[in-house]
């Protein structure tokens, strides 16, 4: 079983940029696609980005394209999502959620098996 650990969540200015990381508690995360997830006060989750184990394939939400990145370093077994350009819509709690390799990358949350705790982001205005 993989367990997601989320961190990098923080309180930061309209226009200002984050970095969450994502780690596998004594695991590793070789071999599982990643995605990001984040859900808002009174809203549903929903999905943010997603990356392919080798990192060679991404994609993202309309919402967040072209100013969120997600990557990952394989060798030290994290995955990524830098933030730029961050808007108080962004404000919200972000999970981490791993699912096995496939060639596919998923958007919805119920194809994902294992997920973090969230960190959360608020995002003044």
């Known amino acids: 079983q993989v367990q997601p650990v989320e961190s990098g969540g923080g309180t930061v200015q309209a226009g200002g940029s984050l970095r969450l990381s994502c780690t596998a508690a004594?695991?590793?995360?070789?071999?599982?696609?990643v995605g990001w997830f984040r859900q808002a006060p009174g809203k549903e989750r929903e999905f943010v980005a997603a990356i392919t184990w080798g990192g060679g394939r991404t994609n993202y939400a309309d919402s967040v394209k072209g100013r969120f990145t997600i990557s990952r370093d394989n060798a030290n077994y994290t995955a990524y999502l830098q933030m730029d350009s961050l808007k108080s819509e962004d404000t919200a709690i972000y999970y981490c959620?791993?699912?096995?390799?496939?060639?596919?990358?998923?958007?919805?949350?119920?194809?994902?098996?294992?997920w973090g705790q969230g960190t959360s982001v608020s995002v003044s205005s």
């Open positions: 959620a791993v699912r096995y390799y496939s060639t596919t990358l998923h958007t919805a949350a119920g194809d994902y098996l294992y």
């Open positions: 004594g695991r590793t995360l070789n071999h599982y696609n």
